[in-house]
């Protein structure tokens, strides 16, 4: 594999995937798998049942555990620049043009079908990976356990509880003996160390100094480590303290940035370099890029930093029966929630005919895997203009 052509499809990925973590596996899905063959789907699920048990932007850090079983921490750390780094420039400009940006109608109107092409994107992703894992009754039973817990239990905490369970439950009823072999772990402390070395650090500099930008960064690298389950979830903990609690951003200003990120590809953790510029506006405009900058690297540090923990250890822990074993509840309760999320979203989007067609028309040219994910998101934006 060289370096370089690993990196320009993480790009690729980057600027095709629109609408939160789930649309944004199903994309990792149809290009790194289907098509460039980096690892396979079981192996791209295991990673995301992974970063779903982690606190974190949950797809930032499957793709970053991607280039790290690629290529060790360097290739994690330059795949999560490339996957960060557009969303995160143009977040970072967005804070300075709000005025321009008053006007959402026109944004409202490019974006009316990116939720329904986003269906399309996750539905196929669930087919596959539901092709793979459902082998038996047990894993289908799993499979609904996740879809319909999920669906009907919103709260971040049930992700990293129902994949448990689907492990617990695998290994109850595997038939294999000596599930808990013994098997010498080297885990890599620093970057736990690291980890709590700036959650300590800058809360204690925040409280000592109250200096804006020092707080901002404290701020963003605790939504980092507090938050499970991707961008939606960060939202009412930022409106709390960023707009109820210290009135950095209006309300207005707040669902403004938030409704432009829908638009963008990439993560959606990439709100916090517009809601940090905004929050350090009285700074001036170099202190505004900066706080804009500072807030962005903040959210992603602290998941980077477990993924660097947790991966070797993963990997050495799957050389323990019982885990190996679990992997396959773990797996069946993984694709029930993608699954969930599709039904979900569609429901969101809206049950039309409209959107049922741009769905249907989006799983047909992804599964034909002749048209890029990027080209099908530019002809989905110019179907909202032409009809808006």
């Given at each position: ?5 690993f ?20 994309v ?29 932007p ?12 690629l ?63 459902l ?93 499970f ?10 409106i ?73 250890i ?75």
């Amino acid at each position: 594999m060289q370096t370089a052509h690993f990196l320009k499809d993480v790009l690729i990925c980057s600027l095709g995937a629109y609408g939160g973590p789930e649309a944004h596996f199903a994309v990792f899905l149809d290009h790194l798998v289907s098509k460039k063959h980096y690892l396979s789907e079981e192996e791209l699920v295991e990673l995301l049942a992974l970063t779903a048990i982690l606190p974190g932007p949950t797809s930032t850090q499957t793709i970053t555990a991607v280039g790290y079983k690629l290529g060790g921490p360097f290739l994690a750390f330059l795949t999560l620049l490339v996957w960060a780094l557009p969303a995160l420039v143009v977040m970072s400009i967005l804070s300075f043009l709000y005025q321009i940006l008053e006007n959402k109608q026109i944004s409202s109107s490019i974006l009316r079908y990116i939720g329904p092409m986003a269906v399309g994107f996750i539905f196929l992703a669930a087919f596959r990976i539901g092709k793979k894992v459902l082998t038996d009754s047990l894993t289908f039973a799993l499979f609904f356990l996740g879809l319909i817990t999920t669906y009907f239990i919103r709260t971040p905490w049930i992700f990293p509880t129902v994949l448990l369970v689907g492990a617990i439950v695998s290994i109850v009823f595997s038939k294999e003996k000596e599930l808990f072999n013994k098997q010498k772990l080297h885990p890599p402390y620093r970057f736990l160390l690291l980890f709590a070395l700036f959650a300590l650090g800058t809360l204690a500099l925040s409280a000592l100094t109250h200096n804006l930008l020092i707080t901002l960064f404290e701020a963003f690298y605790r939504y980092g480590y507090l938050v499970f389950g991707g961008g939606q979830v960060v939202v009412p903990v930022m409106i709390a303290e960023l707009v109820e609690t210290r009135s950095y951003l209006t309300n207005e200003e707040f669902l403004t940035g938030y409704g432009l990120v829908q638009g963008l590809p990439g993560p959606m953790f990439s709100f916090s370099s517009y809601a940090g510029g905004m929050a350090a506006r009285t700074l001036g405009p170099f202190g505004q890029a900066v706080g804009a900058l500072l807030s962005g690297i903040a959210i992603f540090l602290p998941g980077t930093l477990l993924i660097f923990f947790i991966y070797p250890i993963w990997e050495e822990l799957k050389n323990i029966k019982a885990v190996k074993v679990s992997l396959k509840g773990i797996n069946a309760v993984a694709g029930g929630l993608i699954a969930a999320a599709a039904i979900l979203l569609l429901q969101k989007s809206g049950i039309q005919t409209d959107n049922l067609v741009v769905a249907g028309i989006t799983v047909m040219l992804l599964a034909t895997r002749k048209i890029p994910a990027p080209l099908i998101v530019l002809a989905v934006l110019g179907a909202g203009i032409v009809i808006g």
